[in-house]
């Protein structure tokens, strides 16, 4: 089984800036479409941000120029570098693979699409 695992998370004040980082299981990683995930407590799971094993990326219009996905195939794990953060970007954070394809430059960053998460990872922005 895909095991993923989050970190980095944390508070922060506004305008301030966190990484989170998602460690995959070795032997699956190098094919596999990334993304993350944030949910807050009532509402949908919502797509932010999404990487394909060709480095290709996409993002949900809100981070769109403040967050950046990327991944360092040496050390099997996905980051997601968060700047200029305010409040709506607090939420627990998710990391996500599947090895189905990537079908997120066309439709969005769904979560029906990915087959694997982690536990989550907990983000607080302050005023």
């Known amino acids: 089984a895909v095991q993923l695992v989050e970190s980095g998370g944390g508070s922060v004040q506004f305008g301030g800036s966190l990484r989170l980082s998602c460690t995959i299981s070795?032997?699956?990683?190098?094919?596999?479409?990334l993304a993350w995930f944030r949910q807050v407590p009532g509402k949908e799971r919502e797509g932010v941000a999404a990487i394909d094993p060709e480095g290709r990326t996409s993002y949900t219009n809100t981070v769109e120029g403040r967050f950046t996905i990327y991944q360092d195939n040496y050390k099997n794990t996905l980051y997601l570098q968060m700047n200029s953060l305010n409040a709506e970007d607090t939420a627990t954070y998710y990391c996500?693979?599947?090895?189905?394809?990537?079908?997120?430059?066309?439709?969005?960053?769904?979560?029906?699409?990915?087959?694997?998460w982690g536990q989550g990872t907990q983000v607080t922005v302050s005023s």
């Open positions: 070795k032997h699956t990683y190098s094919r596999f479409c």
């Open positions: 996500a693979a599947d090895g189905g394809g990537c079908g997120f430059y066309n439709v969005g960053i769904r979560r029906t699409d990915f087959a694997f």
